[in-house]
Nanobody, 129 residues
Framework: QVQVVESGGGLVHPGDSLRLSCAAS????????IGWFRQAPGKEREAVSC????????YYAPSAKGRFVITRDNAENTVYLQLNSLKPEDTAVYYC??????????????????????WGQGTQVTVSA
């Protein structure tokens, strides 16, 4: 049974950091591009970042570039998203998912949500003073 679980969210102050985890069971994430998305209340789902399977590729949306870092630990079957210098506008539920058709991820064209499968329940990130 395939399962994806996001964790690591919380309530933080502007400027703080969080590390989100995306852990999978039932399939090996190392073979696929993995993406992070977020959805704020009343807004559409937004692409945040993705990482390629084994080629070192990655992509960050403009809102994430320079502040967020995506990494993966294939031994742990986990992908991480380090959130730094958090802003109130980063408040959202963060989701990860796998692109079963893609091993490379280096542009926004590789981070289209309808191409991704195995979505988790998300983890809430709230940034507030």
């Amino acid at each position: 049974q395939v399962q994806v679980v996001e964790s690591g969210g919380g309530l933080v102050h502007p400027g703080d950091s969080l590390r989100l985890s995306c852990a999978a069971s039932g399939f090996f994430m190392e073979y696929y591009a993995i993406g992070w998305f977020r959805q704020a209340p009343g807004k559409e789902r937004e692409a945040v970042s993705c990482i390629g399977a084994k080629d070192g590729s990655s992509y960050y949306a403009p809102s994430a570039k320079g502040r967020f870092v995506i990494t993966r630990d294939n031994a742990e079957n986990t992908v991480y998203l380090q959130l730094n210098s958090l802003k109130p506008e980063d408040t959202a539920v963060y989701y990860c998912a796998a692109n079963l058709m893609r091993t490379h991820c280096s542009s926004s064209n590789h981070l289209v949500s309808h191409e991704y499968s195995y979505w988790g329940q998300g983890t809430q990130v709230t940034v507030s003073a």
